[in-house]
Every structure is written in C-alpha cells, then in structure tokens.
C-alpha cells in the first residue's frame, strides 16, 4: 500500500530533526578529527556528562533548561582546552588519540553510573510537551530547537572558519602547522581554542539529548556508529558536513522506515558511507 | 613397650582425629558462597541494578536468620558488562576459581543462556530470574524463578486479550509493532498468531532493530494505521520512545500493551497512561497480603530510594528475583545440603512458595505455570487489573 503523504511528509521532518542531532553531535568530532588530527572518541561520552548536568541542573536545581546552555557549554570549553593540553604534552598520535579518548569515555561512563545510577534519567519540562502544526504536520519545539542550534553552531563555524583571520590561521594551522607558525599563528592556542570548541559543542548537544530522550549511560555508545558515518560522508573538518551528511542519512532512515520497514533503516546510514567512499576513492 | 605403642598409638589416633575434624569444623563455619553475574554496566544495567539490591537485601535477610544449614551466606556478584560471553567466563571462574558452593542466574535471557552452558558443564543447579524463552532452556538441572509458563507467546498474549474482551468493549483491529531482541520478537510474533486465532485483523506489521534512535517513522505508520489496539513488542526505552513519538504527532492509540517496558519512566510519562503491560507482582493488595512480601516491599523501597534508584516500587523484576532466591534456599534446606542432583529432584517433585505464588517446576523444560496478570499505568502508577482477583482494589481496567 503506498503511504499517504502525511506520512511521507512526517517521516522526512523527522529525519531532518533527527539528522540535525546527528549534525550537531558530530561536529566537534569532526573539527577535532579533520584540524586537530584527534579521533576524539570521549565527545559522545562528553555529550552524555553534558545531557545528565543538564538534567541535575532543571530537575534539582529548578534552573530552564536553556539557561544550562550557559553553564554547560562554557564549562565544557575548558574541558575540552585541557583535554587537548595533555594531549599534546604527551604528543599523542592520532591512532593513539582514539585509544586514549576510548579510555576517557569509560572512565566518563563510570562516572555518570557512579553519581545517577545506571537507571533511566528523564527530564520533564514543559517545552517537552510543546509542539507547532504546519498544516497537517507536527513540529515538536525540543527537536525543532536542535535544528535550529545545529544549524546556527554548523553555518556560524563555517563563517568563521571561512571569512575571518581567526579562521583562516586556524586552517591554516591545520593545514600546515609548521609553516603556519612561521607566518607568526600561534599554533598551540589555536588548538587549545578549537579543542575548547569541540567539546563546548558536545556540551551544547548534551543540552539537545536530555531535552528530547530519556538518559541511560550506556546510550552513549548507541550514537557512535552513525555520527561517525555523518562525519566521514561531511568531510572531516567540514562543518556543514556532519550537518549535510547527518540530514541526509536521517532523511534515508526515516524514508526507509515510512516506505519498507524499520528494522532496514540501519542499514543505510552505512551503505551510504561505503558509496561515498567508494565515489571519492574514485576521484583520487 | 606395649604402654609406649598404645600411648603412641592414641596420639596418632587423636592427632590424625584432629587433624581430620579441623577442616570440617573450619567448613562447616566457613559461609556458603553464591555465585553469579549480573549486568551491573552495559545496556540491560538500568534493569540489573534492581536484581542487585534485591539479592543484597535477601542475603542480608537470609544471614540475619542464622543463614543456610547453619552458616552465613556470601554473595558473589560480578558484572557481566551485559555480554553473554563475558557471563560464560564469568562463570567458569565462580564454578572453578572461586569454587562458589551455589550458583544463581544472571539477568536477562542471552546471558542466562551463557551461564547455563556452563552450569550443565559442570552438573550444577542454575536458578534464574528472567529468562524469557522457555525454549532455550534445555538444561535438566535449570530452574526459572519467573512464572511465565512454558508457552508464555501464547499464554501472555491470551491473558492480555482476555482482559481486553472482558470490558466488553471489543477490539478488531490491531497493530503489532516490535523490536527485534529476542525475547521480545519471540512474544511478539506469538502475539501476532494469537491475535489472528482470536479474529483480530492485523493492520500493521513492523520490526525495529534494537537499538533504533528515530520512532518518528514507526509512530507514523501507527496513527495511519488506525488501529484499536496497539501491541508493542518493546524492552527497556523503547516503549516510551516509541509513545513520545506518537505524542509528538498528536496521536495516542485507543489502547496500547508494551511487553517488557521500563516501569519507572513509563508509569511516570504523561504519553503512557492507560498503558498496559505485563507482570507477575505489583506493590498492591493482593500481592502484599503474603507477610514476607510485604516486609520485602517496605525494605526494597527504602534501600532503593537510598541508592538513588528514580523508582522504588517493587514489581516484576524485583520480584522475580526475590522468588528466584526463595527457590534456591528453599531446594537447600529442604535437601539440608548442597548437592546440586538432591537439590534439582527435590525441585521436580515440589512445589516453593515464593512472592508471586507458588512455583511449580514439573512441566516442560522445568517451568511451571504461567502467573502472569496484566498491568495497567493508572494516574501514573501501576496497578493489576486482570484477573479480577488480582487486581488491586477498586482499579479495574480503563478503556478510553
């Protein structure tokens, strides 16, 4: 039976707020894998530790949840600077970062066991339960918001990466540090900023999932496979491209789901990854 | 002479007498030690740290009373990291490192699996708490604490629309939406056959690989399918993701059934209520009448509120555990010894009194029969409401 487009129409709106966590969760992972050559596998880990703050900041300390924005994300950002400081103090190499990143997201995982309990988390606000019709579809504001903070932390870096000399010595850094450094860039500060970047997005993204899902710290390893396909189809260091990538697997899940059946909708996220990749290795 | 050979006689006598008493005297003080496994981190964590405050209630429970055969318990509980081999090694180092005395089951169907190759390996008795296809469980000496029956997808699913017939507002439509993890798939497929025997039609049928982030698509599909009932064949989260998601599109199905759902979350979620779902106790009258049931209730929900659990009632979970460990010291002391064959023959021929009622294990593959009632979430707690003699009092089942 063909579906109707009702169903059509919900199901590629919901790809594309799913896709724009995707986006959003794999953005500090691909400016740290493409510009500061770390495979930071501890930024879902970090995502979580942002998501359960979140959680004790709203339903302990009374506090909006988009307030907490302002708490996590800074807080997150000197996370993420002294992260990369004993990184580069120990001058970790890139296959060694994700050994060493996978040791921080147990010892992170352990950590949020240890003070929440492995038990289920939710976050009750009202904007859980806020939603805008469109005709006849329905947009929930929690998603709609990741959308929106996905795209403005995507484009915004982009812009800044692009048109500004803050940006340009930081391509430039990653293109060639050495070399860079010679035209007076301060490389070490750079990375330490962008580090400091990644995570505060992993933070604000932290925001995103205790806004929309219930938490369970195993979860965190439920979101690696998927986000790392978004960020390898975006292009590593591309900030439109785990956006891109991540809508567009969303959007092939959720047609997937709506047209054949669920239980195929893995397999796309993946069989997309080995076309790109079969596509580029072509060109090269 | 003969004084010196019979003094030194006497002191061979009294030495090798001593020397053999002392080792059974140290046994017979030393503690009984329990071994198992359970998935204290991993995905099914959530669930496993209930069976742990269980069983350290109970043994706490057990030793205050002098213990078993005399001697204090000790439990050895090891995390499992919620992976069926890691339970299999797990518990060849209990049987063969540790050399625990008694084996008891870890959570979950995969896991229980694992252990009980292992157990059968070494003739020893496993009794468990949540396995959830009787099928596979093919081991003589293997004993389930959960009373689902050795049919339980089509027992269940029976019970389920029994309750629903019995309101005597009929449903002929049906949408059997389900995860693909076993246990839940194995019901829900079940459910399917049932539902078709009974003259329901089926306008909806669809699987989900566990682990599935986006129910958006499947709640859609639902809203378009119309259908008067709804049976999610979800475990965990998954239930509550998937009634989120209907939510979020302005849709509650007119009645909707999860089979093995989070009960905290989704007695707590306004997108629940008036769901239904399985269980074998819940922290009301009739279930609390039982003496050792309800002083078991009162301590779970003070232990759990100080281990921080968000959810502090007891229900099937905590129960079926409590039962599993009712099973075990009942084979023991009725059989005063840890012999594993004395203990499983025992188990065979009798019956155990356990929380939930009395467990028999007589029938295929060891199980008994299937006590499951059926639930329903009723201004955001869980109340039984079928059978009717045992559901809690005055609730009976709502249908919008």
């Known amino acids: ?284 | 002479m003969k004084l010196v050979t019979r003094l030194a006689g006497a002191a061979l006598g009294l030495l090798v007498g001593l020397g053999l008493a002392q080792p059974a005297n140290a046994q017979s003080t030393q503690p009984i030690r329990i071994g198992s496994t359970l998935a204290l981190t991993g995905p099914l964590s959530a669930t496993a740290l209930i069976h742990k405050l269980v069983g350290e209630i109970y043994v706490e429970q057990l030793n205050a009373k002098g213990g078993l055969l005399g001697r204090k318990v000790e439990w050895i509980v090891k995390d499992d990291q919620s992976k069926p081999d890691v339970a299999r090694t797990i518990y060849e180092q209990l049987i063969t490192v540790d050399k625990v005395d008694l084996l008891l089951g870890p959570y979950a169907t995969g896991n229980i699996v694992a252990a009980m190759g292992v157990a059968q390996r070494y003739n020893k008795i496993l009794v468990h708490h949540t396995l959830g296809i009787p099928n596979l469980a093919k081991y003589d000496m293997q004993f389930p604490a959960w009373s689902v029956g050795a049919n339980p997808e089509t027992t269940v699913p029976n019970t389920v629309f029994d309750a629903l017939a019995a309101t005597g507002k009929p449903m002929k439509t049906i949408a059997v939406v389900t995860s693909k993890f076993p246990s839940v798939f194995y019901m829900s497929e079940g459910a399917r056959a049932v539902a078709k025997q009974r003259g329901f039609q089926e306008v909806l049928f669809l699987e989900w690989e566990f682990g599935n982030r986006d129910y958006g698509p499947i709640a859609s599909r639902v809203k378009d399918a119309k259908p008067d009932f709804v049976w999610v064949g979800a475990i965990g989260l998954e239930g509550n993701m998937l009634a989120e998601a209907m939510k979020k599109i302005d849709y509650t199905p007119p009645m909707q059934f999860h089979m093995y759902p989070a009960p905290g979350p989704m007695a707590k979620s306004p997108d629940t209520q008036n769901a239904l779902a399985a269980s074998i106790f819940e922290q009301h009258a009739p279930f609390t009448s039982n003496a050792v049931a309800a002083e078991f209730v009162k301590i779970y929900n003070d232990r759990a509120a100080k281990a921080n659990l968000p959810d502090t009632a007891v229900e099937t979970q905590a129960a079926a555990s409590y039962s599993a460990w009712q099973v075990l010291t009942a084979a023991v002391n009725a059989t005063k010894g840890l012999d594993d064959k004395a203990m499983s023959d025992w188990l065979k021929k009798n019956q155990v009194d356990t929380i939930q009622g009395k467990l028999r294990f007589d029938r295929q593959n060891n199980f008994g029969d299937d006590l499951m009632k059926v639930k329903q979430v009723q201004n955001g707690q869980w109340v039984t409401v079928w059978p009717k003699d045992w559901a809690a009092p005055g609730a009976k089942l709502i249908v919008p």
């Open chain 1, 1 to 284: 039976m063909m579906p109707s487009p009702t169903l059509l129409g919900q199901a590629v709106l919901s790809g594309i707020f799913i896709g724009a966590l995707y986006g959003l969760l794999g953005l500090g992972l691909s400016l740290s894998w493409g510009m500061l050559r770390q495979i930071n596998l501890a930024h879902f880990a970090l995502a979580f530790l942002g998501a359960y703050l979140t959680y004790q900041l709203t339903s302990v300390g009374g506090l909006d949840p988009l307030l907490t924005l302002f708490i996590v994300a800074p807080a997150f950002f000197l996370f993420g600077v002294g992260m990369h400081a004993l990184l580069a103090r120990f001058a970790i190499t890139p296959f060694n970062s994700l050994l060493v990143t996978f040791g921080l997201t147990v010892i992170i995982e352990s950590l949020i066991q240890g003070i929440w309990t492995a038990d289920y988390r939710r976050m009750e606000t009202h904007y859980g339960t806020m939603k805008y019709k469109l005709g006849a579809f329905y947009i929930p504001f929690t998603e709609f918001l990741t959308l929106v903070m996905a795209a403005l932390l995507s484009i915004g870096t982009w812009a800044i990466l692009r048109h500004t000399d803050l940006g340009k010595a930081m391509r430039a850094a990653a293109e060639d540090g050495p070399i860079a450094a010679a035209f007076g860039v301060n490389e070490r500060r750079l990375a330490l900023m962008l580090s400091g970047f990644s995570a505060g997005c992993a933070g604000v993204a932290g925001v995103c999932l205790a806004l929309s899902y219930t938490l369970a710290p195993a979860q965190i390893y439920a979101w690696i496979g998927v986000v790392f396909a978004a960020v390898m189809i975006g292009g590593l260091g591309n900030p439109l491209g785990p956006l891109i990538a991540g809508a567009v697997i969303g959007i092939s899940e959720a047609l997937t789901m709506a047209v054949i059946a669920p239980a195929w909708a893995p397999l796309v996220s993946f069989s997309l990854l080995i076309l790109v990749l079969l596509v580029r290795g072509k060109r090269t």
